[in-house]
Nanobody, 122 residues
């Protein structure tokens, strides 16, 4: 079992930045790839970014490329999502997820956090 707790969400103006954190309970944190998804009201949950267990490989949705950076600190069992140049369409609940293998599909992730709200004002 892996328990995930997100933090760092909030209200930010368009063009601003936020850094989300996802703290994991697992002592075997390095057994898991980590990912971030987001879900806006009335929309399906969508992939944002993912990182391999070592941190050596990262993957981004087109909407995140060039603006968001996913990273992890295995010594702290924590994953991060640095979000720059935020846009109003980025308003959503952001979730972190863990799974042994990196995928882009939310249905394949076994472990999820409770989510953190990000609101980008125009």
């Amino acid at each position: 079992q892996v328990q995930l707790v997100e933090s760092g969400g909030g209200l930010v103006q368009a063009g601003g930045s936020l850094r989300l954190s996802c703290a994991a309970s697992a002592r075997t944190f390095t057994s898991y790839a980590m990912a971030w998804f987001r879900q806006a009201p009335g929309k399906e949950r969508e992939f944002v970014a993912a990182i391999s267990w070592s941190g050596g490989s990262t993957f981004y949705a087109d909407s995140a490329k060039g603006r968001f950076t996913i990273s992890r600190d295995n010594a702290k069992s924590t994953a991060y999502l640095q979000m720059n140049s935020l846009k109003p369409e980025g308003t959503a609940v952001y979730y972190c997820a863990a799974e042994p293998t990196v995928t882009y599909h939310s249905g394949t992730y076994s472990f999820w956090g409770q989510g953190t709200q990000v609101t980008v004002s125009s």
